[in-house]
């Protein structure tokens, strides 16, 4: 595997979950571990964090 595919996969599964964590915040859906439902904010945190790792990933399979 390339540095530019490895770069690109990474990117695209770091966007899918960002994806994923703002459908949650979005829908509305509710998240519960050991009877205790999870707050939305590390979900925000989440989308923040995974869409910046992802912006760099594209930028540097672009560079490649």
Known sequence: ?????????????????AVVQFLRIAMGWTIVVSGTPLPYWPSWV??????????????????E
């Open 46 to 63: 989440a989308v923040v964090v995974l869409a910046a790792l992802s912006l760099l990933g594209f930028r540097a399979a672009a560079r």
């Open 1 to 17: 595997m390339t540095a530019k595919s490895f770069s690109m996969l990474a990117a695209i599964i770091f966007a899918i979950g």
